[in-house]
């Protein structure tokens, strides 16, 4: 199943870009740019990586970000995750990032954006791997913040296709966000956000009432509310589940406990994604070895999982029916 599973064309729809940053080249940049990090080693820093709660990761998670400084850091990080994208498979990657983490240091809108953009076309040239970029909101930053970085990326817009919503969600509800969210879709954004992670069923029904979302990242908790469940499969929408991003940060207890299986039996449309990998322990294929040893899912649940990543993409249709192709011709050669 790991073969099967290491092959497997897929999509990663869930991803965080900061939260790509492994400790040696957090050390490496850091070095480069003459920034201190209190971590001695490589392996403290690692060691640093066990957490209680999404808060405690946000506090390591906008330590490390601060040692980016410069265009060619963020172009080196992303090049760093779209290789262990064409190691895993990945044919398709849909890549969040947090301009404010960055503007409130001082750093331009713009040398995050180039970095991370021109890292995507050079992979797309040399990998043959598509992208699209999500700029997210932090959520703890207030609404008229969020509308500043809209201002800011007005420049940009031809390179960013979907805005979304992260960083801490209890008391920061998608209500918050509201009349950000209606300008950006004014402007032809996509919306997206996280919601039903940390908080409750209430905030699922928000980001796709108020926000009007086009998908719902994580959303474990909708499996609380029958009519939610019920509202989000009459909708179409899919859900970006991330498993050892739950574990790390307890949203279930391990990953045996995991709801995946359940919310699939649902009838829910479930995608796999990795979340911040260099903190929870794993990439795409880490989480999908992860659910199949522990909720000993099926070639087909591995499949139906992959084909929802394609589905549920904003990739084009002519790139959708590409990968999709070659999901079928992949799955169908081990019926035969």
Same mark, same amino acid.
């Given at each position: ?46 060691? %640093? ?5 999404? #808060?405690?990761? &946000? ?5 490390? =970000? ?22 895993? !498979? ?5 890549? /969040?990032?947090?301009? #404010? ?33 999500? /700029?997210?909101? &932090? ?44 300008? =950006? ?8 956000? *996280? %919601? ?15 926000? #009007? ?7 474990? !908790? ?15 929408? =899919? ?6 991003? !739950? ?10 406990? *995991?709801?995946?299986?359940? /919310? ?25 070895? %992860? ?16 084909? !929802? ?5 904003? =990739? ?21």
């Amino acid at each position: 199943m790991e073969e099967f599973i290491q092959n497997m064309p897929k999509a990663e729809l869930h991803l965080h870009i900061e939260g790509t940053f492994e400790p040696e080249l957090m050390f490496e940049i850091a070095q480069r740019n003459q920034i201190s990090i209190p971590y001695a080693s490589v392996e403290e820093l690692k060691n %640093a990586y066990k957490f209680s709660c999404l #808060q405690d990761f &946000l506090d390591i998670y906008y330590q490390g =970000a601060q040692v980016l400084q410069h265009e060619k850091d963020f172009y080196d990080l992303t090049m760093a995750y779209l290789k262990k994208c064409k190691e895993q !498979n990945i044919r398709h990657t849909e890549i /969040m990032f947090d301009p #404010q983490t960055h503007t409130e240091r001082g750093i331009p809108f713009e040398s995050v954006l180039t970095g991370i953009h021109n890292a995507c076309l050079d992979a797309q040239k040399e990998f043959g791997i598509s992208f699209v970029l999500i /700029m997210s909101f &932090l959520r703890h930053l207030s609404e008229e913040e969020a509308f500043k970085t809209l201002k800011q990326a007005e420049p940009f817009k031809d390179k960013i296709m979907a805005i979304g919503l992260d960083s801490s969600e209890k008391g920061n509800p998608p209500l918050k966000f509201v009349r950000v969210f209606q300008a =950006a879709v004014e402007q032809g954004y996509i919306p997206l956000a *996280h %919601a039903g992670e940390e908080g409750d069923a209430d905030y699922i029904w928000q980001a796709i009432d108020l926000l #009007q979302v086009h998908r719902i990242d994580h959303g474990n !908790n909708c499996i609380t509310d029958r009519n939610l469940v019920e509202e989000i499969i009459e909708r179409d929408l =899919a859900l970006t589940v991330c498993p050892l991003s !739950n574990v790390a940060l307890k949203v279930v207890p391990n990953i045996d406990k *995991h709801p995946l299986k359940i /919310m699939m039996q649902l009838g829910l449309y479930l995608t796999i994604n990795s979340d911040d990998p260099a903190y929870f322990g794993g990439y795409i294929n880490e989480n999908f070895n %992860a659910i199949q040893n522990s909720l000993d899912l099926s070639r087909w649940d591995l499949y139906t999982l992959a084909k !929802n990543s394609f589905v549920y993409s904003l =990739a084009s249709f002519d790139e959708k029916s590409k990968y999709l192709e070659e999901l079928d011709r992949y799955y169908e050669k081990y019926l035969d």
